[in-house]
């Protein structure tokens, strides 16, 4: 009969180091690209996939963007992370990953091509650490950063939201 025992939560700084994480560019977050299918004829990988945290520092979280494939998020350890959507046809959502999937917070959740997104840690916690994964592969060419004020004006309800995670 297998054991149970309790396992420590690890340090943001204890996974920073396990997985070799590095600040990612513009968006914000500490990264690893973890695996990269074969190369396809127009230079992108088959497929692709991250492990990334974010903290709830001042700063620290997944700035506006979008890509130009569906783009699959993963929880996997820490405290409920949020996830603005900002939707081709005007409209918007919040989406939260983490544990508790009987009150609605999703494991896996997959955010369709062309919809803008950008993610925090949920209120009270400390720390997230999260994957991402993408078919075709991600490469930085596809990624499109957010402009503040265009998208505020194109989502005048979240404003506020918008503003708060968006950066130059």
Known sequence: MPRHTSVTPPS?????ELYGLEPLPREG???RRTWAGPERADGRPEGSAIVVLLTAEPGDYSALHRLP???VWHFYLGDPLTLLLLEPDGGSRTVVLGPDVLD???IQFTV??????AAEVADGGAWSLFGCTMA??????GYEHGDAAALAARYPREAARITAL???
């Open 112 to 117: 369709p091509a062309g919809t803008w997104m």
């Open 136 to 141: 075709p592969g991600f490469t930085f060419d």
């Open 12 to 16: 943001p700084q204890a996974l920073v």
């Open 104 to 106: 609605g917070q999703h």
């Open 69 to 71: 494939t569906d783009e």
């Open 166 to 168: 968006s950066r130059p």
């Open 29 to 31: 977050g500490r990264y």
